[in-house]
């Protein structure tokens, strides 16, 4: 072959591969888990999962504010797609509450916890970088709420998840004849996860939580966390193995009288890193976690 003929066959095959049905699969914000059930993956969002009914399209979670209408453009493109008739928070973390604003306002409902709606009432700020997060105005914030368990009627069962694994607000969304069960920031599927001990989550909860979710999962079910890949029934052990262990060491280190800094030291996480990466932000804050709800005084 001449050269020529090299860069033109480089040139078609690219342009092929480019236009090929299973690299725009891969592409697009939009991943079919059922019939009737999606993943939206946004580029830099948290994950949205999408029921379509008769009613209209269920959301759990909706984005940040700055992802909501590349959301909204997502949904509206769904087979079966349709205005969003439910919006669920699973906690009220900005990642996952910023489409309240648009969906309260043309009068739809926002599902959450009832302690998600308390903290969409204030403001918040977190003690170990001064951040602060301002209340949701009345429309945005959650207009049903919830304490222990429900369900939808499409079919779909909601439970609050009593453990504060990550704030005191958190819930799951189980889609039962899909077999995906959706649990927010209760569970990371990439890196370490955030300990918002601002609003009640600590280590303990993570252990609490990931038990009480094992009996909801077999081999078959997709588990969709807020961040990084569809989880499965093995992964839930092993995080739950990994945060029961990580939570005794740290345990420990409390009772001995250590500090933050004294418990980082100790790389209590080190055969963990090298799959999950460094761990000194998640013990720091997974220890100081523990003075709320361990402490002889708290
Ligand atoms: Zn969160």
Not at 148 to 160: F, P, V
Not at 178 to 204: F, H
């Amino acid at each position: 072959m001449k050269r020529r003929q090299i860069l033109q066959l480089a040139i078609t095959s690219a342009a092929g591969l480019a236009f090929s049905p299973r690299l725009f699969a891969q592409d697009a914000p939009v991943q079919p888990l059922a019939d009737d059930l999606f993943l939206i993956k946004i580029p830099g969002e948290a994950n949205v999962v999408a029921q379509t009914t008769k009613d209209g399209v269920v959301l759990v979670d909706g984005a940040s504010a700055a992802g909501a209408d590349a959301l909204m453009k997502a949904v509206a493109g769904l087979p079966g797609g349709a205005p969003v008739a439910t919006l669920i928070n699973t906690h009220w973390h900005p990642e996952q509450t910023g489409s309240n604003d648009l969906v309260g306002k043309a009068g739809k409902t926002i599902l959450a916890q009832e302690n998600t709606r308390l903290w969409l009432t204030t403001d918040v700020t977190y003690p170990w970088n001064g951040k602060t997060f301002k209340r949701l105005p009345k429309t945005a914030q959650p207009n049903k709420t919830f304490y222990t368990t429900g369900q939808l009627e499409s079919g779909a069962r909601y439970a609050y998840l009593p453990d504060c694994a990550h704030t005191d607000g958190d819930m799951y969304v189980q889609f039962q004849k899909q077999n995906v069960l959706v649990v927010g920031d209760v569970m990371c599927g990439e890196g370490w996860p955030v300990v918002d001990y601002a609003t009640g989550g600590w280590i303990g909860g993570q252990v609490g939580a990931l038990q009480r979710l094992q009996p909801l999962v077999d081999a078959g079910t997709r588990i969709v966390p807020a961040r990084g890949p569809i989880l499965t029934q093995a992964d839930l052990k092993s995080q739950l193995q990994m945060y029961a262990s990580l939570y005794q060491k740290l345990t420990t280190a409390l009772n001995r009288g250590k500090s933050p800094g004294e418990a980082v030291a100790d790389k209590p996480a080190k055969e963990f890193e090298a799959k999950m990466g460094n761990a000194d932000e998640y013990i720091r804050r997974s220890f100081e976690s523990l003075w709320g709800y361990l402490s002889p005084d708290a």
